[in-house]
């Protein structure tokens, strides 16, 4: 199996090649995996039912929130750290900063040394070209409601 890549070209904003186009690779997704089917998938490798694994995921992600927004780092062995970060606009002086300058809070993951190696093993194809369908006139196929 391998993960689909699409050819894209961007303008260079800064640096030594500022206005050039280059093409870059973009990541294409095949589809989702949600979680009922992760469920049923960690299911099939351990004695739990799906529901189960449902429950505990539920509870991962509830303390998980809760550890947050305490301001710990959230460490869940081989599979990664997740943390707070916080993006705020800039002040001149240090005193006029406060918290009601802070715009937003995300949430920032590392993946852990099992995920870090799955990664590295990942193979790459590049997405064929997808041909248009149509009569080839170049007219919207869709009726015209005046």
Not at 49 to 72: F, H, P, T, Y
Not at 118 to 129: G, H, L, P, V
């Amino acid at each position: 199996m391998s993960l689909k890549f699409k050819k894209v070209q961007r303008k260079i904003m800064f640096g030594a090649d500022k206005d050039k186009v280059k093409t870059y690779a973009m990541a294409k997704a095949s589809g989702y995996c949600d979680m009922a089917k992760l469920c049923e998938l960690i299911s099939n490798r351990s004695a739990m039912s799906s529901a189960d694994v449902k429950a505990i995921l539920d509870s991962l992600n509830w303390a998980m929130g809760l550890e947050l927004r305490s301001g710990n780092i959230v460490q869940v062995g081989e599979f990664g750290n997740f943390r707070l970060s916080v993006k705020s606009t800039g002040t001149e002086n240090e005193d006029d900063f406060n918290a009601s300058k802070i715009k937003k809070a995300r949430i920032v993951f590392t993946p852990g040394s099992s995920l870090r190696w799955s990664n590295q093993i990942t193979k790459f194809e590049e997405e064929a070209e997808k041909k248009e369908s149509g009569s080839g006139t170049g007219e919207d196929d869709r009726p015209v409601i005046e």
